[in-house]
């Protein structure tokens, strides 16, 4: 099973709009840790911004924010007032256990390609 | 303070050939990954070093070795290259104990095996 599931291959949105990328883990351990990642054209890994699942309150970082659902499992990422230089690749993935020495393996979802129209 | 840099940025090898791809950090960060991203597909873990002088199998292990030289240096190596190792390498590093939150990636190695 998908331990990461991105089901948007791709997605087009209107400079200016909100965009909702969505992301679903699977996890059986209760310590976990949930990351989104921008990759644009140029190719570097650029941290957006993280939830642990512990976390009572959703993350937030400026235009970003994480909508934790734990229930649901799902952690999908909202950008707000989307920029032409938010086209990317964006990434999920996920730490199982605690964050302790040398525990810090990512799982990474397939990605969605975003392209900002203006 | 550079952050992670690898080296080299781009290289093709022919099927057989050996070649290491080399990742320093001067973070004074303990741990440090190495990562594959093919087309359409997320990163996948090949090796881990959780401290200087240990390493352990990720994700994708097979036709891949590592050496944690020091605290500053993780080096992969491909003995015998194969098209399926056609990809593009990633060395990660980070402060332990941070939740995974800063978690710093090199800028990419594209390896194209022919």
């Known amino acids: 099973a998908q331990k990461i599931t991105q089901t948007q291959p791709g997605m087009f949105v209107q400079e200016k709009e909100a965009v909702t990328l969505d992301c679903t883990y699977d996890?059986?351990?209760?310590?976990?840790?949930l990351f989104w990642y921008k990759q644009p054209s140029s190719g570097e890994m650029i941290f957006l911004i993280y939830?642990?699942?512990?976390?009572?309150q959703n993350a937030t970082e400026g235009r970003y924010s994480l909508n934790f659902q734990k229930a649901r499992k799902s952690a999908n990422l909202v950008i707000s007032a989307s920029q032409l230089g938010d086209s990317a690749m964006y990434f999920c993935?996920?730490?199982?256990?605690?964050?302790?020495?040398?525990?810090?393996?990512?799982?990474f979802g397939t990605g969605t390609r975003l392209t900002i129209i203006p | 303070n550079a952050g992670v840099t690898q080296t080299p940025k781009f290289q093709v090898l022919k099927t057989g050939q050996s070649m290491t791809l080399q990742c320093a950090q001067d973070?004074?960060?303990?741990?440090m990954y190495w990562y594959r991203q093919d087309p359409g597909m997320g990163l996948r873990l090949i090796y881990y070093?959780?401290?200087?002088?240990?390493?352990d199998k990720g994700e994708v292990p097979n036709g891949y070795n590592v050496s944690r030289l020091n605290k500053r240096e993780f080096s992969l190596r491909l003995e015998s290259a194969a098209p399926s190792q056609t990809s593009v390498y990633f060395c990660?590093?980070?402060?332990?104990?941070?939740?995974?939150?800063?978690?710093?990636f090199g800028p990419g190695t594209r390896l194209l095996v022919l």
């Open positions: 070093s959780a401290s200087e002088g240990t390493t």
């Open positions: 939830q642990g699942s512990y976390d009572q």
């Open positions: 990660a590093s980070i402060r332990s104990g941070t939740g995974g939150k800063t978690q710093y």
């Open positions: 973070m004074n960060h303990n741990s």
């Open positions: 993935a996920m730490r199982e256990g605690r964050s302790n020495f040398g525990n810090e393996k990512l799982t």
């Open positions: 996890t059986s351990d209760p310590s976990y840790g």
